[in-house]
């Protein structure tokens, strides 16, 4: 099969990245990426930070420079679909009935946003956030201002998006599930968030959820059947609202790879090289469920660092390199004066000792600065730091040593990071 190409099913960071270190690692033969976008692969993150409040242009999304692929021989299909792998012949089908053969195949097809089967949930003004389009119409939205805007969902997309429509003047309340913010984290740190956010004047609506999405009233000349006026929550109570955002988590599109008789489970099962059960499948991105070494367990990230190592590791992979995704997952958000980085398996650091370094007692717009870590056995598993950027290359470091800490330096600001390290 070596006179057939590398075919690359999607069109985000992942696919981008995995095409860029194919040509870097030195194969020059054909290479052809399907995305079902219509825009050269581009990052997601600033679509509810920077790009959202206005502050990103459009081309600082692109994942390689312009005309990278068409200079690097890369067949970019845009707006085309893959609808059919068959593994046994090493055969992708395009929607168009193209047949593509590959020598090695990446699927790389993200996620999709989830959404609310409830009365009214087909309303206009109810929207999810996941495309460059999306970002770019809510963008417009918000930016009116002194609109009534509900999020449904209180994790990181939500509370993003919640400091954004404060951003532009909008009246914000939250709906979220979870008693606390961002349910993954410590009640206490999940109500530092909530906190700076009430200190910003968004309203909450903790451990509640819709039921319900009504058109109550005509809007502007908008018939009243059309656009969503009012967000019903399970305790009845009834909020007023002209933009309901629903952030409420994402779903792997895994559709091809089922369909192809591929292992899936929380998305498309692959080993820490990003292999499939099928032989010169790879996946990588949203939508790979992968073994992560230091664990052992599988799992399934959905933040940009995983898309960017992921595609390295994948297109490593696919050239019969030793290539394994080992690295300790990573995030970052960016709400208001705030600035958050995390580092670590979280799957580790469920029950695991939190141990603060700095104060969470008081929230002034974000400007207060501290660590969190979360100790396993003695050993940092997993660290957050809040306005706190020089610190992040140490807590890399520290989580990559695996070393036993002395806790009382760990939460000691006057002890340096770097001090906590092992000797070389």
């Known amino acids: ?147 009534r805007v509900v999020i449904v969902g209180s994790g990181w997309i939500g509370m993003e998006v919640a400091a954004a429509a404060r951003a532009y003047g909008n009246e914000v309340t939250v709906v979220g599930r979870g008693r606390t913010p961002l349910g993954q984290l410590e009640p206490e740190l999940g109500d530092y968030f909530r906190r700076l956010h ?42 007023g609202a002209e933009l309901v955002v629903v952030a409420v988590g994402v779903v792997p599109e895994a559709g091809l790879a089922q369909r192809a008789g591929l292992l899936t489970g929380n998305g498309i099962v692959v080993d820490a090289s990003l292999r499939t059960s099928a032989e010169g499948i790879f996946a990588a991105g949203d939508v790979a469920n992968s073994l992560q070494p230091f664990t052992g367990d599988h799992v399934r990230s959905e933040h940009w660092s995983n898309a960017l190592n992921g595609g390295k590791v994948a297109a490593k992979s696919m050239l019969g390199q030793d290539a394994k995704l080992d690295i300790a997952p990573y995030f970052y958000t960016d709400q208001y004066s705030l600035s958050l980085e995390y580092s670590g398996y979280w799957q580790r650091a469920r029950g695991a000792k939190l141990v603060l370094r700095g104060s969470i007692e008081t929230v002034e717009s974000g400007l207060d600065g501290f660590v969190a870590f979360w100790v396993r056995d003695g050993a940092v598993v997993a660290a957050m730091n809040v306005n706190t950027p020089k610190s992040q290359k140490a807590l890399k470091a520290l989580i990559a040593s695996r070393a036993v800490v002395d806790e009382a330096r760990l939460s000691d600001p006057t002890v340096p990071l770097a001090e906590l390290l092992p000797a070389d």
């Open 1 to 147: 099969m070596d006179e057939h190409g590398m075919v690359i099913v999607g069109g985000g960071l992942a696919a981008g990245t995995a095409a860029k270190t194919l040509r870097a690692e030195g194969w020059d033969g054909p290479i052809t990426m399907i995305g079902a976008e219509h825009r050269e692969p581009y990052l997601r993150p600033p679509l509810s930070k920077e790009f959202l409040l206005g502050k990103a242009p459009e081309e600082d999304l692109a994942v390689n420079p312009p005309g990278w692929y068409a200079e690097n021989g890369v067949d970019l299909r845009l707006g085309e679909r893959v609808t059919q792998v068959v593994p046994a012949s090493r055969v992708v089908t395009l929607e168009s009935g193209a047949l593509l053969p590959y020598r090695a195949a990446l699927l790389a097809t993200g996620a999709s946003p989830r959404t609310l089967d409830i009365p009214g949930a087909h309303l206009e003004g109810i929207v999810t956030l996941r495309r460059f389009e999306d970002s770019l119409a809510l963008r417009a939205q918000l930016a009116e201002g002194g609109q």
């Open 198 to 239: 009430e200190s910003e004047g968004v309203q909450f609506r903790l451990g509640e959820h819709p039921v319900e999405f009504k058109a109550t009233g005509d809007r502007a000349g908008v018939q009243e059947a059309e656009c969503v006026t009012c967000v019903v929550t399970n305790d009845g109570e009834r909020l």
